[in-house]
């Protein structure tokens, strides 16, 4: 059975720093491309960011520069370091992947930038 556990949401200021992480099991990490998605109270979930099995990245416009994406296949974790975060930054963020046709979700953990 596919988990994704997400920790590491909060509350920071703006300008601050955050290390999201996201624990999987059930599925043979190393071979998966891991997504982080976002969303705030009110909008569509939007892709934020994206690694996959190679590590190639890529990120959505709002974040690049500010945001990096990780993996460590050894411990099955996918990590997102926020810098330089926004106001608009503000949601709650979900690890995503894809396993046998399936989309997996995790639960979320929030991320709250005070101005």
């Known amino acids: 059975q596919v988990q994704l556990v997400e920790s590491g949401g909060g509350l920071v200021q703006a300008g601050g720093s955050l290390r999201l992480s996201c624990a999987a099991s059930g599925i043979i990490f190393r071979l998966k491309a891991m997504r982080w998605y976002r969303q705030a109270p009110g909008k569509q979930r939007e892709l934020v960011a994206d690694?996959?099995?190679?590590?190639?990245?890529n990120y959505a416009d709002s974040v690049k520069g500010r945001f990096t994406i990780s993996r460590d296949n050894a411990k099955n974790t996918v990590y997102l370091q926020m810098n330089s975060l926004k106001p608009e930054d503000t949601a709650t963020y979900y690890c995503?992947?894809?396993?046998?046709?399936?989309?997996?979700w995790g639960k979320g953990t929030l991320v709250t930038v005070s101005s």
């Open positions: 690694i996959t099995s190679g590590s190639i990245t």
């Open positions: 995503n992947t894809e396993n046998y046709f399936i989309n997996y």
